[in-house]
């Protein structure tokens, strides 16, 4: 049996603001192809622990291994490894003063340094694949949300990571605009991306996750499968969380 | 100068006057110009998180804004001439820019501070370095956020440059007065520089204004 990667592993995460212990004692991992969504109510750490795997939130303690390579923000380069990071965030955050396509070429030109006629014929590929072709050179403004967040998608694929990151990719839209993210998402999942994914789409979790982890308090309280951890919780706190929301 | 009424003094007078308002124009250009580059540096200095380096800003922003422009420009004029030979149209230039370049430097600070932190962390999390993602995110949207309140500086800096005219540089204010010495006629010569000044600023005020029209093509 081929031994499958590890593309995340956590270990003892600890995570203060100031006195406030976010992240508590986390151990974590995700192999290579593996969806893993997060779900838990606000404040339970689910978002700063997703920030903390490509280090936009700093650890206080713990390790945070990243294909394998120990990750340490003093010593190592964090441009390098948000490279092979990719992030989505949930209020799309996409640059306002660029176009579509210019929003997803940027990075790949300005630092892989890839010549503009190849990162735009590679942008316009990503484009099509989130069926936005056609908005190529509008911006961000003429957008719908979902639009925005498929951009932003193709954005983040644009540097070719090996890991997508998702955090409440669909809070912020209009419920009619949350199927085609969710489409996207799922495509991805498919080609066998890599994915972490904070969300409250409870029906998404159920059918793309290969694991569910449920956080509480700043500890990850249960993970398993997705069936049962919905069908089947073993923590009181679980069964409290998932018959307060479905 | 033989000349009946405001009218007459303006039409006689627009050969010396035409030309000192390209003084003023000159003065105006090359300290807002360079006022634009101190103001970008003190305000990436204030923005810094060095300790050092933000006392240097907030020093520099404390002294020009606690002391008189004409205090400053006779300092560059009278202080710095004593290192430095430079003309009267260099040591206002210097002044102004001075001067300038602090109130700028809080507009940019300001509009900087204005671009949402998910900006930052978009350019952050696709591998750009923070000064990547300052110089091509970050710079060119708070540069259009600061363009209105930059166009009102750069009226300011017009208008004050007739300051120079107590160091002796041709320009408007000083013809103005020159003139009215010589008729003593102080107010009509001081109007018909009122109307040069009109004159430059509502120019000035369309430039921007086109300046603002281009970068608003993304809104």
């Given amino acids: 049996m081929l031994k ?13 603001f100031g006195d406030l212990h976010v992240l508590k004692d986390i151990d974590f991992n995700v192999n290579e192809s593996e969806v893993v969504v997060l779900i838990g109510a606000s404040g339970s750490g689910k978002s700063t622990m997703l920030r903390c795997l490509n280090f ?17 923000p003093k010593k190592d380069n964090l441009n390098e490894v948000r490279q092979k990071v990719g992030m989505v965030f949930q209020h799309f955050n996409l640059f306002p003063h660029k176009t579509v396509l210019e929003n997803v070429i940027e990075a790949p030109i300005q630092v892989k340094s890839i010549p503009k006629a190849k990162a735009v014929e590679e942008g316009k590929e990503l484009l099509l694949k989130v069926g936005l072709e056609d908005k190529a050179n509008d911006y961000p403004s003429r957008l719908s949300g979902g639009q925005k967040q498929r951009v932003a998608i193709a954005r983040a694929l644009a540097m070719k990571p090996e890991i997508m990151l998702f955090d409440e990719p669909t809070s912020a839209l209009d419920p009619e605009l949350v199927g085609e993210v969710l489409q996207t998402m ?34 990850i309280v249960e993970a398993g499968q997705p069936n049962e951890i919905f069908d089947n919780p073993k923590e009181k706190r679980t069964q409290a969380f998932l018959s307060s929301i479905l | 100068m033989e000349y009946s009424g405001f009218f007459g003094a303006l039409v ?3 050969g ?63 202080g710095l001439t004593e290192i430095w030979m430079m003309s009267g149209f260099w040591a206002v230039s210097l002044g102004l820019a001075f001067h300038n370049g602090a109130y700028i430097a809080e507009i940019f600070r300001g509009s900087i501070q204005s671009i949402g932190k998910g900006q930052t962390e978009a350019g952050r999390s696709l591998g750009m370095s923070r000064s990547l993602t300052m110089r091509r995110i970050i710079l060119p ?16 800096g017009l208008k004050d440059s007739s300051l120079a005219a107590f160091v002796g540089v041709a320009e408007i204010f000083a013809v103005a007065t020159t003139q009215g010495a010589n008729t003593f006629d102080y107010m009509t010569w001081l109007l018909v520089s009122a109307v040069y000044y009109l004159i430059l600023v509502f120019l000035l005020t369309i ?7 281009k970068l608003a093509v993304s809104d």
């Avoid at chain 1, 499958?4 to 203060?16: A, G, P, S």
């Avoid at chain 2, 430039?207 to 029209?213: G, Q, R, T």
């Fill in chain 1, 4 to 16: 499958t990667k590890e593309m995340i592993r956590v270990e003892q995460l600890n995570k203060y």
């Fill in chain 1, 56 to 72: 936009l939130e700093m650890k206080n303690s713990g390790e945070v291994i990243i294909r394998g390579e120990d990750v340490d």
């Fill in chain 1, 186 to 219: 799922k495509d991805l999942a498919r080609e066998g991306m890599t994915m972490v994914v904070v969300t409250h789409e409870m029906g998404f979790a159920r059918e793309v996750a290969d694991r569910v982890v449920y956080m509480h308090d700043g500890r």
């Fill in chain 2, 12 to 14: 006689e007078s627009r």
């Fill in chain 2, 16 to 78: 010396i006057f035409i030309e000192a308002a390209f003084m003023t124009l000159k003065l105006t250009a090359v300290s807002i110009f360079l006022a634009v580059f101190i103001g970008l540096l003190f305000a990436l200095l204030k923005i810094s998180a060095i300790r050092p380096l933000v006392w240097v800003a907030n020093i520099y922003i404390y002294i020009v804004r606690g002391t008189p422009l004409i205090v400053q420009i006779f300092v560059f004029y009278y």
């Fill in chain 2, 141 to 156: 949207q708070a540069f259009r956020r600061a363009l209105p309140p930059l166009g009102n500086q750069f009226i300011i």
């Fill in chain 2, 207 to 213: 430039l921007v204004s086109l300046i603002e029209k």
